[in-house]
C-alpha cells in the first residue's frame, strides 16, 4: 500500500489549529491521527471523559503504541479524584497551545465535548451553552426522581440563586445546575463574557453519519469495551463511585449493575440507548455551527484535500 503524498506544511503565519469534532464513535481518533502523522505534529484532545488515567476503556482512549507514536495532551493527566472544569481547560489548553506553536504550524485537536472545544476556540462564555453529558444526567435524574433532586442538587451548588430561581421550574433549575457543573463557578456570580481573541486561526471539521450507521457503531463499541474489560475497570473505580468522573456514560451504568440494581444485559443495554441519546445532543450542539465543515469519517482523502487547500 502506497502512502498519500504529505500534507505540505506552511513555514509563515498564520499558525492553524484544524480541530476533528462530531458526535461519539465517528472515528474521530483515526482520523486526527492521520492528520496528525502527515502533518507531522501533535495533537491536544478536548474530550472530557479521557483526561482521567484510570478510566481508560469506557472512554475509548487511544490506544497506547498510538500515543507513543504522535504526541497526545491533555489525554491521561489526570487522576479521578482531581477536581477540574472547563476554565481550567481553556487557560491550560491555550497556553500550551500557544507553546507548541512555536514549533509547529499547524496542530489537530480532537473531541466530543463541544463545550471544551469552544472554550478553546472562543473562550468560555460566562454563562456557556448546556454540556450535553451533563443535561442528559439532570434529565435522567428529573425523570426518574422528579424536581426535588435538582432542587436540592442547585441550593448546594448556588444558594443564591435558589432563593431567587423559581423552583418550581425545571428547566431553569437544570440551567442553573448545568452552569455550576460545567464552569466550577456559582451561577448567580456569572455575567456574559466577550468572545476572546486567539493568536490562532481554527478549522472544523466534522464527522458525522446517518443515524442508524452511527447507532449501529456505538453498539459494536460498546459491546467492544465489554469484551475489553469495562466491568472490571469499573471495579476497580468503584471506591470512588460518587465522584463526577464515575458519573460518566458507561460508568453509572454498570456501577448501577455491580450494586445489584440490573442485569449485566440490562446495564449494556441502558449504555447504548443511554450513548444513542448522548449522540443525538452532540449533533444539536455542533449543528449551530456554521464555521464546521462536514464529511463521512471514511473521506480521508476529501479531508486531505480540504486541509492542503487552508489558507490557499
Not at 48 to 63: D, L, N
Not at 123 to 152: A, M, T, V
Not at 226 to 248: H, M, P, Q, T
Amino acid at each position: 500500500m502506497t502512502c498519500p503524498d504529505p500534507i505540505p506544511v506552511a513555514t509563515s503565519s498564520p499558525r492553524y489549529l484544524i480541530i476533528i469534532l462530531g458526535p461519539t464513535a465517528t472515528g474521530k481518533t483515526a482520523v486526527a491521527v492521520e492528520l496528525a502523522r502527515e502533518l507531522h505534529t501533535e495533537i491536544i484532545s478536548a474530550d472530557s471523559r479521557q483526561f482521567y488515567s484510570e478510566m481508560r476503556i469506557g472512554t475509548a482512549m487511544p490506544a497506547p503504541e498510538l500515543l507513543a507514536e504522535i504526541r497526545h495532551h491533555f489525554i491521561g493527566h489526570l487522576t479521578v479524584t482531581h477536581e477540574y472544569n472547563v476554565y481550567r481547560f481553556e487557560m491550560e489548553a491555550v497556553e500550551r497551545i500557544n507553546q507548541l506553536f512555536t514549533a509547529h504550524s499547524h496542530l489537530v485537536m480532537v473531541g466530543g465535548s463541544g463545550l471544551y472545544i469552544d472554550a478553546v476556540c472562543k473562550g468560555i462564555d460566562e454563562l456557556p451553552n448546556p454540556d450535553p453529558l451533563i443535561c442528559h444526567s439532570l434529565h435522567e435524574k428529573y425523570e426518574s426522581e422528579g424536581i426535588r433532586p435538582l432542587q436540592e442538587m442547585l441550593k448546594g451548588l448556588d444558594e443564591e440563586y435558589y432563593a431567587v430561581v423559581d423552583k418550581k421550574n425545571p428547566k431553569r433549575l437544570m440551567r442553573a445546575i448545568e452552569v455550576c457543573l460545567a464552569t466550577g463557578m456559582k451561577y448567580s456570580e456569572l455575567r456574559l463574557n466577550r468572545q476572546k481573541q486567539r493568536s490562532f486561526l481554527t478549522v472544523k471539521i466534522g464527522l458525522n453519519l446517518p443515524r442508524h450507521e452511527l447507532f449501529e457503531r456505538i453498539d459494536k463499541r460498546v459491546d467492544e469495551m465489554i469484551g475489553k474489560g469495562l466491568v472490571d475497570e469499573v471495579r476497580a473505580l468503584y471506591r470512588f463511585r460518587r465522584l463526577n468522573a464515575l458519573k460518566s456514560l458507561g460508568y453509572r451504568e454498570i456501577i448501577q449493575y455491580l450494586d445489584g440494581h440490573l442485569t449485566l444485559e440490562q446495564a449494556i443495554a441502558r449504555i447504548k440507548t443511554h450513548t444513542h441519546h448522548y449522540a443525538k445532543r452532540q449533533l444539536t450542539w455542533f449543528r449551530r455551527d456554521p464555521e464546521i465543515t462536514w464529511f463521512r469519517p471514511e473521506q480521508m482523502e476529501e479531508i486531505r484535500r480540504f486541509v492542503r487547500g487552508i489558507g490557499g
